[in-house]
C-alpha cells in the first residue's frame, strides 16, 4: 500500500507561483515514476506533468507547458511541482501518484488516490 501527501496549494492570484510537494511512502520500488495530476469541478481528472524514475525524462500536458516545472527528491520519494505563470484555469486539486512510466503517462489506473491539494487562482 502506497500512502501519498499533497500539499503546498493555495489561493493565488493570477500570474502567481506555488510550489507542490508529494510525498511518497509504503510499498514504493526503485524505478518508478511519478506524476501529478489535476481535477477541476466537472471535470476528469488529467495528467499535469510526469518524471521518470531518473529525472532524466519528464512530460507535460500542453496547457502548462512553459510554466510548471515537475522534479523529485529520490532519497525523500517526494514529488515537486513548480508552478509559475498561474492561470484561473489552472484551478483544481491537484494529486500525485507513481508506478510505472506507462502507467503513469497513459493508463493511470492507480488503485489509491491521495487527498490531493487545491491551488485557486483568481482572476
Known amino acids: 500500500q502506497v500512502q501519498l501527501v499533497e500539499s503546498g496549494g493555495g489561493l493565488v492570484q493570477a500570474g502567481g507561483s506555488l510550489r507542490l510537494s508529494c510525498a511518497a511512502s509504503g510499498s514504493i520500488f526503485g524505478g518508478t515514476a511519478m506524476g501529478w495530476y489535476r481535477q477541476a469541478p466537472g471535470k476528469q481528472r488529467e495528467l499535469v506533468a510526469a518524471?521518470?524514475?531518473?529525472?532524466?525524462?519528464?512530460r507535460y500536458a500542453d496547457s502548462v507547458k512553459g510554466r510548471f516545472t515537475i522534479s523529485r527528491d529520490n532519497a525523500k520519494n517526494t514529488v515537486y511541482l513548480q508552478m509559475n505563470s498561474l492561470k484561473p484555469e489552472d484551478t483544481a486539486v491537484y494529486y500525485c501518484n507513481v508506478g510505472p512510466w506507462t502507467k503513469v503517462v497513459v493508463t493511470q489506473t492507480f488503485d489509491y488516490w491521495g487527498r490531493g491539494t487545491q491551488v485557486t487562482v483568481s482572476s
Open positions: 518524471i521518470s524514475s531518473s529525472g532524466g525524462s519528464t
